[in-house]
C-alpha cells in the first residue's frame, strides 16, 4: 500500500529565509512523486514531480525538491521565502505501475511572516 | 480558459436530497478523477475513469454515482445525502501524453448537507 506522511501540520518561516516542507512516503517499486499547492478556496496546483533522473528537481515559483531513495523523503524546498508562499502544500506519491491512484499527504500549511 | 471546470462552486442542501456535480476538462485528457476533501484538508480520491470507464473505484458509499457521459465530462451523482458528506468535492484530469503524471484540478465543490 502507498502512502505518505508529512510530519508537520504547520511550517512557519520569516519572509526572506529558506523554507523546507518534509515528505516521507512508502510504495512498493519505485516512485512518482509531487508537490501540490492549495490557495484559500482554490483547487491544487501542481508544483513539481519526480519521475526518474536527477534527484533534485526544480519547479514553479522558486520550488525544488529532493528525492532521497535511502530516506525515501521528498521535502521541499525554498530559498528564500515570500508572504504570497503561504498556502497548503500537499505531497502526493503514486507507484510507476499500472492505473494506480496518486496518494496525498495530509498537508502542510506554510505561513511565511513579513 | 479554464481547463477544469466545476460546478457548482458552492452546493448547500438538506438531508436526504439527492444532487449532482458536473466537471468539464478542456484539456483532451484521457483520465478524470473525482477527489473529496474533508474539513481537516485530508484528501482522498473517490472514482478515477478512463475514456468513460471506471478503473478506480475507492471504498465509497453507492450512494456515489460517477457517470462519465465522453472523455471531456466526469459527474458526480449523489443520492440520499447524509452529513458526513459535507465536505470539498475536486475533479481532476491527467493526459496520457508527455505530460501524463501531473493532474490538473478544478477549484473545487463545497458541498454543505444541513
Known amino acids: 500500500a502507498q502512502s505518505v506522511a508529512q510530519p508537520e501540520d504547520q511550517v512557519n518561516v520569516a519572509e526572506g529565509n529558506p523554507l523546507t516542507v518534509k515528505c516521507t512516503y512508502s510504495v512498493s517499486g519505485n516512485p512518482y512523486l509531487f508537490w501540490y499547492v492549495q490557495y484559500p478556496n482554490r483547487g491544487l496546483q501542481f508544483l513539481l514531480k519526480y519521475i526518474t533522473g536527477d534527484n533534485l528537481v526544480k519547479g514553479s515559483y522558486g520550488f525544488e525538491a529532493e528525492f532521497n531513495k535511502s530516506q525515501t523523503s521528498f521535502h521541499l524546498k525554498k530559498p528564500s521565502a515570500l508572504v504570497s508562499d503561504s498556502a497548503l502544500y500537499f505531497c502526493a506519491v503514486r507507484a510507476n505501475s499500472g492505473n494506480t491512484p496518486l496518494v496525498f499527504g495530509k498537508g502542510t500549511r506554510l505561513s511565511v511572516i513579513a | 480558459d479554464t481547463a477544469v471546470s466545476q460546478t457548482p462552486k458552492y452546493l448547500v442542501t438538506q438531508m436526504g436530497n439527492d444532487k449532482s456535480i458536473k466537471c468539464e476538462q478542456n484539456?483532451?485528457?484521457?483520465?478524470m478523477y473525482w477527489y473529496k476533501q474533508d474539513s481537516k484538508k485530508f484528501l482522498k480520491i473517490m472514482f478515477s475513469y478512463n475514456n468513460k470507464e471506471l478503473i478506480i473505484n475507492e471504498t465509497v458509499p453507492n450512494r456515489f454515482s460517477p457517470k462519465s457521459p465522453d472523455k471531456a465530462h466526469l459527474n458526480l451523482h449523489i443520492n440520499s445525502l447524509e452529513l458526513g458528506d459535507s465536505a470539498v468535492y475536486f475533479c481532476a484530469s491527467r493526459s496520457g501524453g508527455a505530460t501524463k503524471n501531473i493532474q490538473y484540478f478544478g477549484a473545487g465543490t463545497r458541498l454543505s448537507v444541513l
Open positions: 484539456l483532451g485528457h484521457d483520465t
